[in-house]
């Protein structure tokens, strides 16, 4: 038996959150960076700048099923070192349009098709790490697991927010994806110290769609979640400077220390209580916390708003993924993790253009505000499902 064999499931859990944390740099570095770059040094409007953001959840919403179905089928290890590949190629892509200033078009161009192989890669290494780790522990703990996967991806975006703007200001957007492209390889080294689980590869499988069909309200509701997410990523920034505030780069900052406190602190909660619960009282806070944005007079209640938000979004993909995992056989867990994400990447992908277009029109504060009454909205759902339930029980 090797090392890593031998030891317990948690602490391969927490290496694979480690591994995960370490490579999602790559994603959260540019997430600031890429608006600036497109209304910078391109030229270009919020719009384009809210594409080139959501451009990568498109591809994750196209990819999401394919991913799934491939770490059923393959094995999970391996859909998530795919996806690491995918994230070297994207960064190293990306970092072409920042040779490019004097062709904003051409840059354009090429950005997009980095940033969709970013989209391809966050897809497999999202539904093959989550697979993979509750593979290791076990469904009863899948909330577990979705909370430190989530503590992961955005403890990296606090991380990742302020490092990439301090990156772009230092070394320009080449020089910040040319070190985004180094770190998944770190990923890449350590993958090989957790133990893979088994695929199942010739179960019998209903169609993607039908799977869709069960789990679409759990997906809405995550997909009103996502919207408050987004709106700090894509513009939180953009506000702040459009304002003359400083703290520009700490939006992400907040709403990761927010995300991630809950989650270390409180992530086991949905395995006990429910995901359910959980959710509503989650998007509660959420709709909170975008609304202190869209009202706030100075940067104090606005990062404020934007831990509140964090807060609120931490435990509702896990609530709610928690209830889908128990609704599907464990040969088609990925896939249907994998459909289940893609409602939240449908979130990031639209907001990115639709609010850039609304802050064209009526400034940044009405972004936010979209954002209070997309999480109100999830809260109208999770509390009608909650009574269907409870009609059924």
Do not use: K
């Not at 490019?100 to 539904?127: D, K, N, Q, Y």
Request: overall charge positive; charged content about 10%; some cysteine.
């Amino acid at each position: 038996m090797t090392a890593a064999a031998a030891w317990p499931a948690q602490g391969r859990l927490w290496l694979l959150t480690f591994i995960l944390f370490v490579s999602y740099l790559c994603v959260a570095m540019s997430l600031p960076v890429v608006p600036l770059f497109v209304t910078g040094a391109l030229g270009f409007n919020n719009a384009l700048a809210g594409l080139a953001v959501g451009i990568v959840f498109l591809a994750t919403i196209l990819s999401r099923g394919r991913a799934g179905s491939l770490s059923d089928r393959r094995g999970a290890r391996g859909a998530a070192r795919l996806g690491l590949g995918c994230y070297i190629a994207g960064a190293l892509v990306s970092l072409l349009a920042g040779l490019l200033p004097a062709a904003p078009a051409g840059a354009f161009a090429v950005l997009a098709a980095g940033r969709l192989l970013i989209g391809l890669g966050e897809s497999l290494v999202g539904v093959g790490v989550v697979a993979w780790g509750i593979g290791l522990v076990g469904p009863e703990r899948a909330g577990r697991v979705l909370a430190l996967v989530g503590a992961a991806l955005y403890g990296g975006f606090a991380l990742g927010g302020p490092l990439g703007l301090w990156l772009y200001g230092a070394l320009g957007f080449a020089g910040t994806m040319a070190v985004a492209a180094v770190l998944p390889l770190a990923g890449l080294f350590a993958m090989a110290l957790v133990p893979g689980v088994p695929a199942v590869p010739d179960a019998a499988r209903p169609s993607f769609w039908s799977l869709m069909g069960t789990i679409r309200t759990h997906g809405a509701i995550v997909c009103a979640q996502g919207i408050g997410f987004a709106a700090i990523g894509a513009f939180f920034s953009l506000h702040f400077l459009d304002r003359g505030w400083s703290g520009a780069g700490f939006g992400l900052t907040a709403f990761g220390a927010g995300f991630v406190l809950v989650r270390l602190l409180l992530g086991g909660l949905p395995d006990r209580v429910g995901g359910l619960p959980v959710a509503i009282g989650s998007l509660g806070v959420e709709a909170a916390g975008q609304a202190l944005i869209w009202l706030a007079p100075g940067p104090g209640p606005a990062l404020l708003g934007a831990f509140l938000t964090g807060l609120g979004c931490s435990l509702i993909f896990p609530g709610m993924g928690r209830e889908v995992v128990r609704l599907v056989p464990a040969h088609l867990r990925g896939t249907a993790l994998g459909g289940f994400a893609a409602f939240q990447d449908l979130a990031y992908g639209l907001t990115g253009p639709v609010a850039g277009l609304m802050a064209d029109r009526a400034g940044y504060p009405a972004v936010f505000l979209v954002g209070a009454l997309a999480g109100l909205a999830g809260l109208v759902l999770a509390l009608r499902l909650a009574r269907a339930r409870a009609r059924a029980a």
